[in-house]
């Protein structure tokens, strides 16, 4: 939505600023989301799942305690369009496919301020996670059932292990890392990726 930002940039946030949007075309609009495809800096939400001595600055946030904004750093935007303009509301494209790291509210907010103005997130969607897809993989719930959870976790699970996935992990041990690589949990004395 043009016009009004709020302090979560999303609809559930108390509403910081109000300002004209009538001056928006659907034009401007389109121009303004180029700018945001390819590799871009993006400063993360201050109510979001980031950290701060081990706590997350959505928490932080709740509590009233003051946060800093963390600085901006790089992410991917893949693909963005424009699916539907009324305004106030507009629509991005059925997926803004990105990268890691990405936060679709940074990105309407700064939406909102190219265009001279302000915007938040009203209502959103993550249809895609990794290998998952909203489409193919949410369980139903008339499939709430422990056979059928337990059906999926398996897909989920086989799916997961097809991808080429190398993550570190925390051990009990200083100085030893863990790697998972397929389907095969590694310790040893500093692995490498």
């Given at each position: 939505?043009?016009?009004?930002?709020?302090?979560?940039?999303?609809?559930?946030?108390?509403?910081?600023?109000?300002?004209?949007?009538?001056?928006?075309?659907?034009?401007?609009?389109?121009?303004?989301?180029?700018?945001?495809?390819?590799?871009?800096?993006?400063?993360?939400?201050?109510?979001?799942?980031?950290?701060?001595?081990?706590?997350?600055?959505?928490?932080?946030?709740?509590?009233?305690?003051?946060?800093?904004?963390?600085?901006?750093?790089?992410?991917?935007?893949?693909?963005?369009?424009?699916?539907?303009?009324?305004?106030?509301?507009?629509?991005?494209?059925?997926?803004?496919?990105c990268g890691g790291g990405f936060y679709v509210r940074s990105l309407?907010?700064?939406?909102?301020?190219?265009?001279?103005?302000?915007?938040?997130?009203?209502?959103?969607?993550?249809?895609?996670?990794?290998?998952?897809?909203?489409?193919?993989?949410?369980?139903?719930?008339?499939?709430?059932?422990?056979?059928?959870?337990?059906?999926?976790?398996?897909?989920?699970?086989?799916?997961?292990?097809?991808?080429p996935v190398r993550k570190k992990l925390k051990t009990e041990h200083?100085?030893?890392?863990?790697?998972?690589?397929?389907?095969?949990?590694?310790?040893?004395?500093?692995?490498?990726?």
């Amino acid at each position: 939505m043009l016009g009004k930002a709020t302090d979560t940039l999303d609809a559930t946030g108390k509403v910081t600023e109000e300002k004209p949007y009538d001056q928006v075309t659907k034009g401007d609009l389109e121009n303004v989301l180029q700018k945001f495809t390819g590799d871009i800096m993006q400063v993360p939400p201050l109510y979001s799942a980031l950290k701060k001595d081990g706590e997350r600055l959505s928490t932080l946030m709740k509590r009233g305690e003051a946060v800093e904004a963390k600085p901006a750093r790089p992410v991917r935007v893949y693909s963005l369009s424009l699916q539907h303009f009324q305004p106030p509301l507009f629509t991005l494209g059925k997926d803004v496919e990105c990268g890691g790291g990405f936060y679709v509210r940074s990105l309407v907010n700064d939406i909102g301020k190219e265009l001279s103005t302000c915007a938040t997130v009203q209502e959103l969607t993550r249809t895609k996670q990794g290998p998952f897809t909203l489409e193919e993989h949410a369980l139903q719930e008339d499939k709430w059932t422990i056979d059928e959870i337990a059906q999926s976790l398996e897909l989920c699970t086989a799916l997961l292990l097809g991808e080429p996935v190398r993550k570190k992990l925390k051990t009990e041990h200083p100085g030893e890392t863990a790697v998972i690589s397929g389907d095969k949990l590694s310790q040893g004395k500093r692995l490498n990726d």
